[in-house]
């Protein structure tokens, strides 16, 4: 799976793999026991999200084509929705927690580029 650097004024923050095909999509995040500090999915296109049979919360972030954040949804438990994608093209899902730890908020502009 493709892999690509998240980053917010020129810091990098995440490494996220890229779901951005019918199965990877599907797939996404269940079956994992969670998501290790630094890491995420990038899920593209996507406008909202499900963890139906995840057994870990997640934080959403919603993007725009310029990756423009256009909501964010914390601490998304299992067996929910999230559909707080107006406006957006791709979806972050990342560990709970990572969102207000890296102080993300909408407006804010993220930086997503092939991982080097």
Known sequence: ????AVHLNGR?????EVA???????????????????????????????????RFPIDVVYLAKDGTVTAVHPNLRPFR?????RGARMVLEL??????????????RLVIKPLE
């Open 12 to 16: 990098r923050l995440w490494v996220a």
């Open 95 to 108: 560990p709970a927690g990572a969102v207000e730890l890296a102080g993300i908020k909408p407006g804010q």
């Open 20 to 54: 951005d095909n019918p199965w990877t999509r599907f797939w996404g995040l269940i079956g994992r026991k969670g998501l290790p500090p630094g890491h995420g999915m990038l899920i593209v296109p996507c406008r909202s999200v499900h963890t139906w049979f995840m």
């Open 1 to 4: 799976m493709k892999k690509v």
């Open 81 to 85: 929705f999230s559909f707080r994608g």
